[in-house]
């Protein structure tokens, strides 16, 4: 977590770019139950993916990836710790509206895939 925050702060945009795309599919990961989220605060995270997403100096593809993984984390902590994900994204729109645009419109994608993770693992829907 700790090394992908600073090469997102590097000024080369292929490390942007690999740090975004990491944290994403850790992300990921976390959302669809695969793996537990150790020694980072989730909610607090979301706080520095914002000021990535609006810092001039992050390559647009880093951003592109952060915006999903802004998306996959609303929608994972939109039930504990984060109940007003899409009332944040929707305040985020008035300084970021591209980025916050991206991310309510990513949500279905994200629940989708959680929900199918859900329903293939579950013994309960097994034929």
């Given at each position: 977590?700790i090394i992908c925050q600073q090469f997102l702060s590097d000024p080369?945009?292929?490390?942007?770019?690999?740090?975004?795309?990491t944290l994403y599919s850790k992300v990921q990961q976390i959302a669809?139950?695969?793996?537990?989220?150790?020694?980072?605060?989730?909610?607090?995270?979301?706080?520095?993916?914002?000021?990535?997403?609006?810092?001039?100096?992050?390559?647009?593809?880093?951003?592109?990836?952060?915006?999903?993984?802004?998306?996959?984390?609303?929608?994972?902590?939109?039930?504990?710790?984060?109940?007003?994900?899409?009332?944040?994204?929707?305040?985020?729109?008035?300084?970021?509206?591209?980025?916050?645009?991206?991310?309510?419109?990513?949500?279905?994608?994200?629940?989708?895939?959680?929900?199918?993770?859900?329903?293939?693992?579950?013994?309960?829907?097994?034929?």
């Amino acid at each position: 977590w700790i090394i992908c925050q600073q090469f997102l702060s590097d000024p080369d945009q292929n490390l942007q770019f690999f740090a975004a795309q990491t944290l994403y599919s850790k992300v990921q990961q976390i959302a669809r139950g695969y793996e537990e989220a150790s020694g980072i605060d989730l909610r607090n995270f979301v706080s520095g993916l914002q000021c990535h997403l609006g810092g001039e100096a992050t390559s647009p593809q880093a951003k592109q990836r952060l915006v999903l993984a802004l998306a996959a984390l609303a929608v994972h902590l939109c039930i504990g710790t984060w109940r007003g994900a899409v009332a944040d994204l929707l305040v985020l729109s008035d300084q970021q509206p591209q980025h916050a645009w991206c991310a309510l419109v990513g949500i279905p994608e994200q629940l989708s895939s959680v929900v199918h993770t859900y329903v293939k693992t579950d013994k309960r829907t097994e034929a």
